[in-house]
């Protein structure tokens, strides 16, 4: 048998948890960053308009090129 603390309940209720926290602490790590970087995209395009509105369509331009927003951990490490 490959893992004999499961064979108990309670070992196994610890374990079924424990993943389930794995997973929840996840979530934040790859819903998160997508959100900020269109929040800080439509910040930049707000300023941009209030500096110079004829810059707004050079903006839109420039994110509608950008393959994608915001860094995943991969690219952090």
């Given at each position: 048998?490959?893992?004999r ?5 309670d ?5 079924m948890?424990s993943d ?8 934040p790590?790859t819903?998160?960053?997508?959100v900020?970087s269109s ?15 004829a810059?707004l369509?050079?903006?839109?331009a420039?994110?509608?090129l950008?393959?994608?927003?915001g860094?995943?951990s991969?690219d952090l490490?």
């Amino acid at each position: 048998m490959g893992d004999r603390k499961l064979l108990t309940s309670d070992a196994a209720l610890r374990t079924m948890v424990s993943d389930a926290d794995d997973v929840r602490d996840l979530i934040p790590r790859t819903l998160f960053p997508p959100v900020a970087s269109s929040l800080v995209f439509l910040a930049v395009l707000i300023a941009a308009w209030a500096l110079d509105p004829a810059t707004l369509p050079v903006f839109l331009a420039l994110g509608a090129l950008t393959p994608g927003r915001g860094a995943s951990s991969s690219d952090l490490e």
